[in-house]
């Protein structure tokens, strides 16, 4: 798309961010600094973020103002999905051996994800707990992150630009880009292609995060466990973080459900086989 390409890790993954020309080292360094404060407010990873300092303690917490989006956008996916898709999934995660040390060692027994309504309190920013909690917002987290960065660089006047973060992205531009679809069985194929010009497009599949028999990091609140319905989802929408928290939504809902308050595109790989995608979906299939 461009001559300038920026590369660099962040949040514990590979990033990208593609303009037509060369971005400027002070904006380069509010970039890193926005992301910076969203790790140290929302990673459960880091002992000195704000989620980890509030499953310490419980009470009351008073998230920064961009909270807000994401906390909002939970709340309508809780309802939406029947609680299946839930913030309070971190212990679970934690209990099957994704937790801040990367164990990867299930521990004994099972875990039990509580209720948004028996533990959860959000009154804009302010979030309190009647018992410490600890919060994971990996379901939205990363594509809310894509379009804070989206927005940096609209706001410093920046042209047509390309914010990708492994696989998710933010594109603003004219002319169409062309997505891989990941097969979640093998990296090294593709099940189709997704046209993008100007929105965001976001997938989610266990194989991305996975460690032993069947773990990996989409996780059933009912249960405690990862999912197994289905193997692989992709959305676009106009915003990444609309997109990362419908394609974990689409592990535990049916489309047509979401479809009724998001406007969206998809395709989904169900563990029983075949590929379900809708009728708007703008790209080709292969399989």
Same mark, same amino acid.
């Given at each position: 798309?461009?001559?300038? %390409? +920026?590369?660099?890790?962040?949040? =514990?993954?590979?990033? !990208?961010?593609?303009?037509?020309? #060369? @971005?400027?080292?002070?904006?380069?360094?509010?970039?890193?600094?926005?992301?910076?404060?969203?790790?140290?407010?929302?990673?459960?990873?880091?002992?000195?973020?704000?989620?980890?300092?509030?499953?310490?303690?419980?009470?009351?917490?008073?998230?920064?103002?961009?909270?807000?989006?994401?906390?909002?956008?939970? %709340? +309508?996916?809780?309802?939406?999905? =029947?609680?299946?898709? !839930?913030?309070?999934?971190?212990? #679970? @995660?934690?209990?099957?051996?994704?937790?801040?040390?990367?164990?990867?060692?299930?521990?004994?027994?099972?875990?039990?994800?509580?209720?948004?309504?028996?533990?959860?309190?959000?009154?804009?920013?302010?979030?309190?707990?009647?018992?410490?909690?600890?919060?994971?917002?990996?379901?939205?987290?990363?594509?809310?992150?894509?379009?804070?960065?989206?927005?940096?660089?609209?706001?410093?006047?920046?042209?047509?630009?390309?914010?990708?973060?492994?696989?998710?992205?933010?594109?603003?531009?004219?002319?169409?880009?062309?997505?891989?679809?990941?097969?979640?069985?093998?990296?090294?194929?593709?099940?189709?292609?997704?046209?993008?010009?100007?929105?965001?497009?976001?997938?989610?599949?266990?194989?991305?995060?996975?460690?032993?028999?069947?773990?990996?990091?989409?996780?059933?609140?009912?249960?405690?466990?990862?999912?197994?319905?289905?193997?692989?989802?992709?959305?676009?929408?106009?915003?990444?973080?609309?997109?990362?928290?419908?394609?974990?939504?689409?592990?535990?809902?049916?489309?047509?459900?979401?479809?009724?308050?998001?406007?969206?595109?998809?395709?989904?790989?169900?563990?029983?086989?075949?590929?379900?995608?809708?009728?708007?979906?703008?790209?080709?299939?292969?399989?």
């Amino acid at each position: 798309m461009s001559p300038s %390409r +920026e590369v660099f890790d962040a949040i =514990g993954t590979s990033w !990208s961010i593609e303009t037509a020309t #060369a @971005l400027p080292t002070p904006l380069l360094v509010t970039i890193h600094q926005r992301i910076e404060q969203f790790d140290r407010t929302y990673s459960r990873f880091r002992p000195d973020s704000l989620v980890s300092a509030f499953a310490a303690t419980g009470g009351s917490c008073e998230f920064p103002p961009d909270a807000i989006a994401l906390l909002h956008l939970y %709340r +309508e996916l809780y309802e939406l999905t =029947g609680g299946r898709v !839930s913030p309070l999934v971190g212990s #679970a @995660l934690e209990h099957l051996g994704y937790d801040a040390g990367y164990s990867l060692r299930r521990r004994p027994g099972s875990a039990t994800v509580p209720r948004w309504t028996d533990v959860l309190t959000v009154e804009g920013t302010t979030v309190s707990a009647r018992k410490p909690v600890l919060l994971d917002f990996g379901a939205a987290g990363k594509g809310y992150l894509i379009d804070l960065l989206a927005l940096i660089l609209r706001e410093h006047d920046v042209g047509d630009y390309l914010v990708d973060g492994s696989g998710d992205l933010a594109r603003r531009g004219q002319d169409v880009f062309r997505v891989g679809l990941e097969h979640p069985a093998d990296p090294t194929k593709v099940i189709g292609v997704a046209n993008v010009t100007s929105g965001a497009l976001c997938g989610s599949a266990g194989n991305r995060r996975a460690w032993g028999d069947g773990l990996h990091h989409i996780v059933d609140p009912r249960t405690g466990e990862p999912a197994t319905e289905i193997l692989a989802t992709w959305v676009v929408a106009e915003s990444a973080l609309i997109a990362d928290g419908l394609a974990t939504a689409l592990f535990f809902a049916e489309p047509r459900d979401l479809a009724a308050r998001f406007s969206f595109s998809y395709v989904r790989m169900p563990a029983t086989g075949g590929v379900e995608y809708s009728t708007n979906f703008d790209g080709e299939l292969f399989t």
